[in-house]
DNA sequence: TGCTATAAGATACTCAAAGTTTCTTATTTA
DNA sequence: TAAATAAGAAACTTTGAGTATCTTATAGCA
């Protein structure tokens, strides 16, 4: 029993439905829409359709649910931090540069939104779900600053390396403040750079 | 149009229908229960009124959706940690005994919801959602410390004292390690008392 | 150029659960 | 013992997830 079907056929020059990777683009961008306007919360895959002006079959076709969509989008529509890992010559710049660019995801996907696929998708830690190649930018950048005889290498530790980020985060997920710059440069003169120089 | 009535009259001797706080607990048990074995996720306040034995409409004239179920259960069936702010004599024993509490509490929960909580009730950081009176136990115990002459009080700020908290809440929530003792010894050793000695 | 495979799009399902309404009746209280 | 209160039963509306079925536009190929 099929539906009540109105297509026109097109006699026209050039096609009007799209497909494959260009229909792909836009349904990205439209989730990536719909989230921003509507919040993870009320973000819903008949929302989406109706944005991308396409129908809830064409987007399970593609992923499999409200949350691989949303990470998908995530993934598609936000731009990457540069590839190169800071180098400005001088440990301080280089963890502040790291951490802005942190800071600047996270809100960019907006707190709500990482609750949000945190609470669904059970165990996956948020290193795995929003990974921009981001992990061992500190580790390169602390090697520098030991090549350069800045710091000492007893001194680095996995815990102290990943430090400056995780204050970030937390600040951003957890408490919910903003994160100035004053906040990020309290984290690195008041806690990461005693500990560590 | 009413629906189809089967009570039965009672003309026993004792109440068969709870009513007020007796009810209000057996809600309050239910939701925690079903809380612990469905999940966030899957937690629905249909099946919180049939573990319940009572009905939807009796739940919501309590509590208006359900995270202010969840949240309500919460309170009411996690022991709080005891009142009095852990003085053992020694700096390092107490904030450990905070990071236990701290990491129990976490744990009892679970993060999948407290995740879910903060994506919905949007802007209210953890510390407000959760708090079991333990927001200055820190400071009190950093001020015994500095009292008898442990620490140095130019050595106690705002971020250093939230830090060891923080740490423990970050690795519960966002990186789901788990907090090992070693993980908070390492955290009470490695960060904290360097900073603060 | 026309044929065929593919996939888009429309529509209508089913199912579950949120939240509401209406009614009856048990229980408390005055 | 009567009146007020609130519990409980059931059915309702609405919304959205996810699926199934069908038609038809389009791409790629013969």
Same sequence: chains 1, 2.
Avoid: C
């Avoid at 792909?24 to 002006?53: H, K, S």
């Avoid at 960019?108 to 939104?113: A, D, F, Y």
């Avoid at 945190?118 to 390169?140: K, W």
């Avoid at 906040?183 to 750079?193: G, S």
Wanted: net charge negative.
């Amino acid at each position: 029993m099929g539906g009540f079907h109105v297509n026109k056929k097109n006699e026209g020059e050039f096609p009007t439905r799209r497909r494959g990777a260009e229909l792909e683009a836009a349904i990205m961008q439209a989730a990536w829409d719909e989230l921003m306007e509507v919040g993870f919360p009320n973000f819903t895959i008949e929302g989406v359709a109706a944005r991308a002006q396409t129908s809830k079959p064409v987007i399970y076709r593609r992923w499999p649910n409200r949350e691989e969509l949303v990470l998908a989008a995530i993934h598609k529509i936000l731009p990457a931090p540069p590839d190169e890992v800071p180098n400005t010559g001088e440990l301080r710049s280089d963890v502040i540069i790291i951490l802005n660019q942190l800071n600047d995801i996270l809100r960019k996907i907006g707190p709500e939104t990482i609750h949000g696929l945190m609470s669904v998708l059970t165990g996956i830690p948020l290193s795995e779900l929003i990974n921009f190649r981001r992990t061992n930018a500190m580790s390169t950048i602390l090697n520098r600053a030991v090549e350069r005889g800045e710091i000492r290498h007893e001194k680095v530790t996995a815990r102290i390396t990943r430090l400056p980020v995780d204050l970030v985060r937390h600040e951003v997920l957890i408490t919910y403040e903003p994160v100035s710059q004053d906040t990020i440069a309290e984290i690195v003169d008041e806690i990461f750079l005693p500990l560590i120089k």
